[in-house]
C-alpha cells in the first residue's frame, strides 16, 4: 500500500515537478549565459544595430527551441496528434492543453533573457546609439559635419576608448540616456509579462473550468499510459531475453554433451540450484566456446515451445525431464508485479 | 489511522508554511534584485521624476503580480469565488478570509522593495533633484532658470563633468537622502504598528466567524490537493486495466492465427500469459504497430 502511495505520487508529482525544475534550470543558465557572454559593440554605423538586435533577439529564439527540445512531452504531443484513429477518438483540446503547458515553460527563459538584456543596457547603446537625439542632448553650436560623419561619430559612442566626439554630445550623456531607456523598455516588459501571466492564470477558473480539468486528466492519463506501456513492454523483452538465453545454453550444452560423449553424468536427483545455474557448463574450454558463439552466430528471435516429451535425436541422454519447465516457473515468479 | 492523520497534517502545515516560504524568498529575491539593479538616472530635466518614480513603483507591482501568480491559493479562491453553488453553499465569509491572507501575503515584497529604495534613497535623489529650490543652496542661487533645471537635474551623477567638485552637489544630495529615509522609516514603523495592532485586536472581533473561516478555507485546500491525487491514481488503475485488456486481445489474436502454441497458457495472467503467445520478434512486432496503429478505446466495462 505504501509502496502504491509513493509511486502514485512519483508519477503525479514527477512529471510537473520535473518541468518547473527544467524550466527554472534554463532561466537560470539564460541569465548565466548572459553574464559570461563577451559583449563586443563593433561601433560601425550599420553594423550596431545589426548586432545589437542579434543579440537581443536571437539567443531567446534558441532558447524556446531549446525548451520545447529539452520537454519529455513533445514526443508525448507529436504522438497522440499524428497517431491514426484506430478505436480511440482523438481530443483537440487536451491537445491544445499540453501545447499550452509546454509553450507556457518554453517562453520562460526566453523572457528571462530579453529581461536581462534590456535591464542591462548594453544592446540597447550598442543598437541605438546613432539615433540619439543631439540636438537636444549635446552641443547644438558644434560646426556643422556631414550626416555620414555624424553617423559615424556617434556609432563609437559604446566604446569609450575610440570615442572622438566629445565636442558633439558628451559619451556619459548620450550613454545615460539610452541606458534609461532600455531600462524603461525593460521594466515595462517585465511588467507586461507579469500581467498576461497573471490574466491567463486567474481568468482560466472564470471560464470553462470543467473542460479544463477534464483536459488535464486525460493529458496526464495518456502520460501514465505510455509510461505503463514502456515498462510493460520492458517486462517483457527481459522475460523473453532470459528465456531466449537460456534456450541458447540449453542448445549449447547439448551440442556439447552430442559432441563429447565422455562428460560425467549427473544423476537428475542430485541436479539442485547450483548445477542448474551452470547451465551445463561446466569448464573453462566450454565456456569459451558458448561466448564465441554468442558473438559469431546469435540465435534467433524466436523462443521454442517447451521440448515435447517424446524427444527429438538431441535430446537424448543427460537431460532431466524437468528441465523444459524451469524456464516457465522462473517467468511466472517474475511477472507478479504487473 | 495513523498514516491518514499523518497525511491530514502534511496537508494542513504543508498550505500555509508553503505559501510563508514563498513570500520570504520573494521579499529575500526583492533585495538581491535592487543590489544588483544597475541603477542610472539619465540627469535630463524631464526623464529624471519618470525614471525615478518608475524604478521606485513599477517593480513593486511586478513583485504583488508574482506574489499573486506563485500563491496556490489564489486559484483556489478564484474556483471557490466563480463555482456554481451546485449542492454546496458558497460562503463569502471563507473567500474573504482567502482573499484577504493571499493579499496580505502578496504584498510583503513589494513593500520590502519599496522601504529598501527609500531607505538606500538614489531613487529619490534621481526624482526630486530638480524640484529642490536652488536658492536654499550656495551653488544654485545665483544661476539662471533655465541652467539651474539643468544643473539640478545633473545633481544625481556625480562624475558628470560639470558635477565632480561641486560642493552644492553633495548638499543637495545630502538632503534629498535625508527626507528619503525619513520616509522610509516612517512607512516602516507605519506597517509594524498596524500589523501589530490587527494581530492583538483580531480576537477581540468575531474570533468565532474567524475560526470559521480559517477552517473552510484550509477544508477546500485539502479536498482540492485530494482530488487531484485521487485523479491520478484513478487514471493509473485506468491504464493498468487499458493495457491489460490491449495485451489479452492481442493474445486472442495472436492464439487465432497461428497454431503452434501450447495450450497451458489459456488462464494466465497479463504478462505471464503474454510470454507464452508473443514469442518471436514478427509478434513483437506487430504487437507495438497495433499500439500505435489501433490504440484501444477508454473503456474497461
Not at chain 1, 537428475?268 to 565456456?287: F, H, S, V
Not at chain 2, 504583488?64 to 479562491?77: A, K
Not at chain 2, 486481445?249 to 497458457?265: A, D, N, T, V, W
Amino acid at each position: 500500500m505504501d509502496k502504491f502511495r509513493m509511486i502514485f505520487q512519483f508519477f503525479q508529482s514527477n512529471q510537473e515537478s520535473f518541468m518547473n525544475g527544467i524550466c527554472g534550470i534554463m532561466a537560470l543558465a539564460s541569465t548565466q549565459m548572459y553574464s559570461a557572454f563577451d559583449f563586443n559593440c563593433p561601433c560601425l554605423p550599420h553594423y550596431n544595430l545589426a548586432y545589437g538586435l542579434g543579440i537581443l533577439l536571437v539567443p531567446p529564439f534558441i532558447l524556446f527551441l531549446l525548451g520545447f527540445v529539452l520537454n519529455n512531452n513533445i514526443s508525448m504531443l507529436a504522438e497522440e496528434w499524428r497517431r491514426p484513429q484506430g478505436q480511440r477518438g482523438k481530443d483537440p483540446a487536451v491537445l491544445r492543453y499540453m501545447f499550452c503547458s509546454m509553450a507556457q515553460r518554453a517562453m520562460i527563459a526566453p523572457a528571462v533573457w530579453l529581461s536581462v538584456t534590456l535591464l542591462d543596457g548594453k544592446c540597447i547603446t550598442c543598437a541605438f546609439c546613432t539615433s540619439v537625439p543631439v540636438e537636444t542632448l549635446g552641443n547644438a553650436s558644434h560646426p556643422r559635419l556631414s550626416q555620414g560623419e555624424v553617423q559615424r561619430v556617434l556609432a563609437r559612442i559604446p566604446c569609450k576608448e575610440i570615442y572622438n566626439g566629445q565636442q558633439l554630445i558628451a559619451n556619459e550623456v548620450a550613454v545615460r540616456y539610452l541606458r534609461c531607456i532600455s531600462q524603461a523598455l525593460g521594466w515595462c516588459f517585465v511588467l507586461l509579462m507579469t500581467t498576461l501571466a497573471f490574466l491567463v492564470r486567474s481568468l482560466r477558473p472564470c471560464f470553462s473550468q470543467a473542460a479544463f480539468l477534464k483536459s488535464r486528466y486525460w493529458s496526464h492519463y495518456i502520460d501514465i499510459e505510455r509510461k505503463l506501456f514502456d515498462e510493460t513492454c520492458t517486462e517483457h523483452a527481459r522475460s523473453f531475453a532470459k528465456v531466449c538465453i537460456q534456450q541458447f545454453f540449453e542448445g549449447m550444452s547439448t551440442d556439447l554433451v552430442a559432441a563429447r560423449c565422455h562428460l560425467p553424468r549427473k544423476a537428475p536427483a542430485d541436479a539442485g540450484e547450483a548445477a542448474e545455474k551452470l547451465l551445463g557448463i561446466t569448464d573453462q574450454g566450454t565456456m569459451n566456446m558458448a561466448l564465441k558463439s554468442w558473438h559469431r552466430c546469435k540465435p534467433p528471435l524466436h523462443l521454442h515451445p517447451p521440448a515435447q516429451p517424446t524427444g527429438n535425436g538431441w535430446a537424448g541422454e543427460g537431460q532431466p525431464p524437468t528441465h523444459p519447465s524451469a524456464p516457465r516457473k522462473e517467468t511466472a515468479a517474475y511477472y507478479s508485479w504487473v | 489511522m495513523d498514516r491518514f492523520r499523518m497525511i491530514f497534517q502534511y496537508f494542513q502545515s504543508n498550505s500555509e508554511s508553503v505559501m510563508n516560504g514563498i513570500c520570504g524568498l520573494l521579499a529575500l529575491a526583492s533585495v538581491k534584485m535592487y543590489t544588483s539593479l544597475d541603477f542610472s538616472c539619465p540627469c535630463l530635466p524631464q526623464y529624471n521624476m519618470a525614471y525615478g518614480l518608475g524604478i521606485m513603483f513599477v517593480p513593486p507591482i511586478i513583485l504583488f503580480l508574482c506574489g499573486l501568480i506563485l500563491n496556490r491559493q489564489s486559484l483556489v479562491m478564484l474556483e471557490e469565488w466563480r463555482r456554481p453553488p451546485g449542492h454546496r453553499k458558497k460562503d463569502l465569509a471563507v473567500i474573504r478570509y482567502m482573499c484577504s491572507s493571499i493579499m496580505q501575503r502578496a504584498m510583503v515584497a513589494p513593500v520590502v522593495w519599496i522601504v529598501v529604495t527609500l531607505l538606500d534613497g538614489k531613487c529619490l535623489i534621481c526624482a526630486f533633484s530638480g524640484s529642490v529650490d536652488p536658492q536654499k543652496f550656495v551653488g544654485f542661487a545665483n544661476v539662471s532658470t533655465e541652467q539651474v533645471q539643468q544643473l539640478l537635474a545633473k545633481v544625481p551623477c556625480k562624475d558628470d563633468e560639470l558635477m565632480r567638485n561641486n560642493t552644492s552637489r553633495k548638499a543637495v544630495s545630502r538632503y534629498l537622502r535625508c527626507w528619503s529615509q525619513a520616509l522610509g522609516w516612517s512607512i516602516l514603523l507605519i506597517l509594524i504598528i498596524a500589523a501589530f495592532l490587527a494581530r492583538w485586536l483580531r480576537p477581540c472581533f468575531n474570533q468565532a466567524t474567524l475560526l470559521q473561516a480559517r477552517h473552510w478555507s484550509n477544508y477546500i485546500d485539502i479536498e482540492q490537493k485530494i482530488f487531484e491525487e485521487t485523479c491520478c491514481e484513478h487514471s493509473r488503475l485506468f491504464a493498468h486495466k487499458c493495457i491489460l485488456h490491449f495485451f489479452e486481445s492481442m493474445q486472442k489474436e495472436i492464439k487465432l492465427h497461428s497454431f503452434s502454441l501450447p495450450r497451458e497458457g489459456e488462464g494466465a495472467e497479463g504478462g505471464e500469459g503474454l510470454l507464452q503467445v508473443v514469442t518471436d520478434q514478427g509478434q513483437v512486432n506487430k504487437l507495438l504497430k497495433t499500439w500505435y496503429y489501433e490504440k484501444p478505446p477508454l473503456d474497461v466495462s
